[in-house]
C-alpha cells in the first residue's frame, strides 16, 4: 500500500462520515487517556523515576492502542503489603 494514499483514503473516510469521525476522536481520547494515568500507576508500584516515567508514557502514545498493550503486560508488580 502507498503510504500517501492511504492517508487521503483516511482523510476522505473521516470528512465523509461521522461515523468515522467519532470513532477516530474516540480512539485519540482512549489513547490519550490512558498514557495519562500511567504515571500514577507506576507511582503506586514504587517506580521513582520522573523522566523514565515521562518516557513511558510518551512511548504509548507512539504506538497508540499497542503501547498500551505491552505497557499493561510489562509493567511492575504492586507490592502485597
Known sequence: ???IGTLQEF??????SALGTATTV?????CMTGAS??????KRRGFDDDR???LISASTLLVP???LTV????????DEE
Open 26 to 30: 474516540d480512539f485519540l481520547i482512549l
Open 52 to 54: 523514565k516515567v515521562k
Open 1 to 3: 500500500t502507498h503510504p
Open 11 to 16: 482523510k476522505d473516510m473521516i470528512s465523509g
Open 37 to 42: 494515568l500511567i504515571p500514577e500507576d507506576l
Open 71 to 78: 505497557y499493561s503486560a510489562l509493567r511492575p508488580s504492586l
Open 65 to 67: 492502542a499497542l503501547g
